[in-house]
């Protein structure tokens, strides 16, 4: 193995090094594999003609997309899951941003707390936290307010995602450009919307696009908290999954893939990139 120092890295080189890049370049593509083969078989398998989920298909079809668009509970819950999304990454976000505004500029007393109670569902196990969220419901008896109750859960655990994000953000700012917009005059809101923000908008823009799919998709906490008549669209499929043996589950999948899909290229083409990278 040879060792050459360049500057002050060292770039190692020598056959130990080739077979630990090409090792690593294996691990790397097996997991995008073991990743992205599901989905695909789920998407080639919506288009089939048969009545039956197979894989390859026996014959290509868009039958059971037009079937999908036709039921009455998957137009209601897409509906609901777009609605209850939207509702609770906008609260996320708001929530967030003052949150990690002041896990990352602020030393108060209880510090260590706030950043345990806003990071905490991240640790805590969907299922247990959904049923301590069904108890709460219970006990106060809030079973008529669904929707309340799936918005409440939804913002819970997409609040860790937003704080995440934005407080890395705004802790790899310089604080020199607000003490400098301070001593301009500036009042601490408009420090805060006019030079804390823009700097912080990579990490916004990242745990607000990450809080909305996890909420679209989740499933964990939003069968405990669905009721007779709101429920998402995660929860519609799973349950029709349970009492019917067609393609419409994988439709259905497929459509919410092509809509996460689609809200990606929304906001890369809004921004693009650099919302992520800040440039």
């Given at each position: ?90 609260i ?114 990242a ?32 349950s029709?999954?349970e ?13 919410m ?23």
């Amino acid at each position: 193995m040879n060792r050459l120092r360049k500057s002050n890295l060292i770039v190692i080189s020598g056959p130990i090094w080739r077979i630990a890049k090409w090792l690593i370049i294996g691990l790397a593509g097996a997991w995008c594999i073991f990743l992205i083969s599901p989905i695909v078989v789920i998407v080639v398998s919506s288009f089939t003609n048969g009545n039956y989920l197979l894989f390859p298909p026996p014959g290509w079809s868009l039958k059971w997309f037009y079937e999908v668009f036709s039921l009455s509970w998957f137009r209601a819950s897409l509906v609901n899951s777009v609605m209850i999304s939207m509702i609770s990454t906008t609260i996320s976000v708001c929530v967030g941003i003052l949150v990690a505004r002041v896990l990352a500029r602020y030393w108060i007393k209880g510090r260590a707390a706030i950043e345990y109670v806003a990071l905490s569902p991240l640790i805590l196990p969907a299922v247990v936290l959904g049923f301590a969220l069904f108890s709460i419901v219970n006990s106060f008896e809030l079973e008529n307010y669904s929707m309340l109750n799936l918005i409440a859960g939804h913002i819970l655990i997409t609040i860790p995602f937003v704080v995440r994000s934005v407080w890395s953000a705004m802790a790899g700012t310089d604080i020199s450009l607000e003490e400098a917009a301070q001593s301009m005059g500036a009042s601490p809101l408009v420090v805060f919307r006019k030079v804390v923000l823009p700097m912080a908008r990579p990490g916004i823009v990242a745990g607000a696009v990450l809080a909305f799919t996890y909420s679209f998709n989740d499933i964990a906490i939003s069968i405990f908290l669905v009721g007779a008549d709101t429920t998402t669209l995660p929860v519609e499929v799973m349950s029709n999954m349970e009492y019917s043996a067609d393609p419409t589950p994988a439709a259905v999948s497929t459509i919410m893939v092509f809509i996460t899909v689609v809200f990606f290229v929304v906001v890369e083409r809004i921004g693009g990139m650099k919302l992520f990278i800040g440039k």
